[in-house]
């Protein structure tokens, strides 16, 4: 019964996408299990460039099917849009299969997360306001929406009139802003639910009958690690599970299915919105930095915040999860780079800090201890094997292991599916 795992070892935006499209060629599913469209997974192949923010990223191959799980959190309009788009551009999603139990983005929901940042100030999380948070609160208050709902007008409008009564009292008595038309926000409900209702199944049935069949399938991270709501730098993290927890909850998954966990890391580091980030690099190194690397966020088009790699976070994420291997992305944007750095501890409060703080006022203290290593001035950009790579950024490569604490199995050197290096067979 195997099922593998392609997680976000950092903060997000590692270059999941890339990974599970070039994966996903023999694999029967690639599976969404958390997030939503907070999500922007870059694909990069033969069919053309894809931004994708709910449909898995394995939909380029055409016999594998694309599955929504009941973890995920779905606005119907922004899925329907890329659907729509991918139709347009003559890649078939018929093969796209969305839980009965995944939870709606609903109206509200994003104009509430809009509406909380605001009101939070100087210490905004930074949210991508597509309305993640208060989708996931619903959710854990038993008075969410799910996508099984919007198929049923008769037990959907009662359902409805409560909730939204609730939640313009908030909108309009604690934020001051116009309340929603529940006849509106209705109407738009029964029309998503005739859109999605040939997508709609009990996927925790297909997931676990294309496991007793013995096909593999991959299990699609969104964010990363560290942004986990439990085991992430909160509050300064997002609403659901990125990390291998959630990939079990969010599809009804046995986790001894799971044969492998990827954690994939960006050869230095990223983060988007509010939050501490030991290794972050100020000033104008920084602007050049993001970029050279075109640092900017596919769903909001944010600034990334960029720094190097942080060995101790990343060995953190590694023991979460369980990882059984690494894949290295964006290795090819160090070239060039005289000397790279690689954070092995912090230091705060005159003292040395060897595991990733739990609390958060602490790490926003922790000061970083750098190796350096020489860099290379041969390119890696668009390797194919490990013996292209020059001798330096090998050592780069092997330190990040030891670091970590577990294989490096791929390297990822260019955006395009070819542009990597298969260390180890993965999907096995
Ligand atoms: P939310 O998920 O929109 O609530 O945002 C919470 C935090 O997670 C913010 O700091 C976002 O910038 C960050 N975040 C959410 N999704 C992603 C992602 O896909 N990549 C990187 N950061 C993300």
Known sequence: MPAFAVIGGQWGDEGKGKVIDYLAEGVSAVVRYAGGNNAGHTVVNDKGEFQLHLVPSGICWPDVYGIIGNGVVVDPEVLMGELNELSDRGIETDKLCISERAHVIMPYHVLLDQLEEEARGNSAIGTTGRGIGPTYVDKTARMGIRVGDLLDPESLRPRLEQTLAFKNKLITAVYGAEPLSAEEVLEKSLEWGNQLRPYVHPTEQLVQDLLDQDQKILLEGAQGTLLDLDHGSYPYVTSSSPSIGGACTGLGLNPRSIEGVLGVYKAYSTRVGGGPMPTEVFGETADVWRKMANEFGATTGRARRVGWFDALASRYSQQV????????????????????????????????????????????????????????????????????????????????????????????????????????????
Do not use: H
Request: glycine share 8%.
């Open 321 to 428: 999860n369980g990882f059984t291997g690494i894949v290295l992305t964006r290795l090819d944007i160090l070239d060039g780079f005289p000397s790279v750095k690689i954070c092995v501890g912090y230091r705060a409060e005159g003292q040395d800090i060897k595991r990733f703080p739990s609390d958060t006022r602490l790490l926003e203290k922790c000061e970083p201890v750098y190796e350096e290593m020489a860099g290379w001035d041969a390119p890696t950009a668009k390797a194919t094997s490990l013996s292209q790579l020059p001798d330096n950024a090998r050592a780069y490569v092997n330190r990040i292991e030891e670091l970590v604490g577990c294989p490096v199995q791929i390297i990822s050197t260019g955006p395009s599916r070819d542009e990597t290096i298969l260390v180890q067979p993965v999907v096995v």
